[in-house]
């Protein structure tokens, strides 16, 4: 028995993101250190103080979902969020060996962490250019100029339902299914959730993970107004530089991934690859500001040592760390103290690192796109690099993975996740032993 109740494995995975559109190619761009952060390229970004994001460079995301599965509904229309959803969840079917078509879908759950997708620009400043009479708004003309320029189905991006509609209409998902709104703590939390329901005997299996696109001059504009993005526009494979002294602000970023999450003894009865362990879930709130974390480090440090006790596992196991890493001043350094009351003066010796120093920050798809890269820490016995990491900062000094991935064998490694307005989620992933 897990922490959870019933012992929660992983036996499938999915990603797309700004360094891969497969676990195999984000694995080896990971290692070998590159990144996926560029100028925009999916509007001009000319004027905006913040012209770089991490975006997938596919011109047809439709191309990404494989054609082995059953169609799912809106499958061929322009959600970006919605597509990469999918996208990444037929690959981790795909991996797991499940099919949709032979389950009983009462025993299956959906669980996403998502945001609210690409906002419709163009219909909108359209609209709100035919909406002006004798230089004063007009608010029928406005909603008229909706009807007239609008896609109504990137409109409905606003709502955060679609995917996981898509999803279960597509592929026969009849057990509960959530979505999880706590910004870039969503998909961790996400995670952690529905292992209760496996745990608790709810259903046998749920895809979760999480989905986010919000590289538009809206999602630029508005991280920009609360500064805290990076604005190198001149070096844009520079600009996110978790814990170094110098950085600036995250990068902000576009990507999904799934993760099936399985009863151990259904998986074993069916002969599937196991993964990992999820063995344990910590969460915490700071209640302290909307966009700074609490500076004490209390909060995030009691998610980690939840997630550690829920999985029966002392401080002192712990292999490496995969931080939140943002590349902001205040969240770095408050990460670092955190660490340091969770592993005590152990945590000089244990690697952490940031994969969003290659692929930005995805908000509410980063927990599980850095959940699956914890999880091939562990398969691989391999640490990424925190990219761009070159000036010490006295604030933040841990091993931080310098430059270059490292060879490191690892069975337990803490995966954290810390949202706007202070939700801390920490992940334990473990190395799977059969009891």
């Given at each position: 028995m897990g922490g959870f109740g019933r012992k929660v494995v992983v036996t499938g995975m999915g990603t797309v993101n700004p360094v891969g559109k497969s676990i195999d190619e984000y694995w080896a761009n990971l290692i070998q250190g590159h990144s996926g952060i560029d100028r925009i390229q999916s509007f001009d970004p000319d004027g905006y103080p913040v012209q770089i994001a991490g975006e997938i460079k596919e011109p047809d995301l439709r191309s990404l979902i494989t054609p082995d599965l059953p169609p799912c509904p809106t499958s061929s229309v322009p959600h970006r969020t919605v597509l990469l959803g999918i996208a990444a969840s037929g690959q981790a079917l795909l991996e797991s060996g499940l099919d949709p078509r032979s389950w009983n879908p009462?025993?299956?759950?959906?669980?996403?962490?998502?945001?609210?997708?690409?906002?419709?620009?163009?219909?909108?400043?359209?609209?709100?250019?035919?909406?002006?009479?004798?230089?004063?708004?007009?608010?029928?003309?406005?909603?008229?100029?909706?009807?007239?320029?609008?896609?109504?189905?990137?409109e409905s991006e606003l709502?955060?339902?679609?995917?996981?509609?898509?999803?279960?209409?597509?592929?026969?998902?009849?057990?509960?299914?959530?979505?999880?709104?706590?910004?870039?703590?969503?998909?961790a939390q996400a995670i952690g959730e529905a292992c209760y329901w496996i745990g608790q005997g709810k259903v046998d299996i749920v895809l979760s993970g999480g989905t986010h696109a919000i590289?538009?001059?809206?999602?630029?504009?508005?991280?920009?107004?609360?500064?805290?993005?990076?604005?190198?526009?001149?070096?844009?494979?520079?600009?996110?530089?978790?814990?170094?002294?110098?950085?600036d602000g995250f990068v902000l970023g576009e990507a999904a991934g799934t993760l099936i999450l399985e009863a151990e003894e259904h998986a074993l009865e069916r002969g599937a690859e196991i993964h990992v362990e999820v063995a344990g879930f910590g969460l915490s709130t700071d209640a302290y500001r909307v966009t700074d974390p609490d500076p004490t480090a209390e909060s995030p440090a009691r998610a980690m040592s939840r997630a550690l006790e829920l999985a029966q596992i002392p401080a002192d196991s712990v292999d490496a760390v995969n931080a939140h890493g943002t590349s902001t001043q205040a969240n770095d350094r408050v990460e670092t103290m955190a660490i340091k009351k969770v592993l005590g003066d152990r945590a000089y010796s244990v690697p952490v690192h940031s994969v969003k120093s290659m692929t930005g920050h995805s908000i509410a798809a980063a927990g599980v796109v850095e959940a699956i890269a914890a999880i091939q820490t562990i398969r691989n016995g391999i640490v990424p690099s925190t990219l761009n990491y070159e000036t010490p900062d006295p604030d933040c000094d841990l091993d931080y993975v310098p430059k270059t991935a490292r060879e490191h064998n690892s069975k337990v490694v803490l995966s954290n996740s810390f949202g706007f307005g202070g939700q801390n989620v920490s992940l334990v992933l473990a190395e799977y032993r059969r009891c």
């Open positions: 009462n025993r299956v759950g959906l669980y996403f962490g998502v945001g609210i997708g690409t906002l419709d620009f163009p219909s909108l400043t359209a609209a709100v250019r035919d909406s002006f009479e004798d230089e004063k708004l007009s608010i029928p003309r406005f909603m008229n100029g909706l009807l007239e320029h609008g896609n109504p189905y990137l709502d955060t339902d679609p995917v996981l509609d898509a999803i279960s209409q597509g592929w026969n998902i009849g057990g509960p299914h959530s979505i999880s709104l706590t910004a870039c703590a969503a998909s590289v538009d001059p809206f999602g630029i504009t508005g991280f920009g107004h609360l500064t805290a993005l990076s604005n190198r526009n001149d070096d844009p494979q520079g600009a996110s530089r978790p814990f170094d002294k110098d950085r």
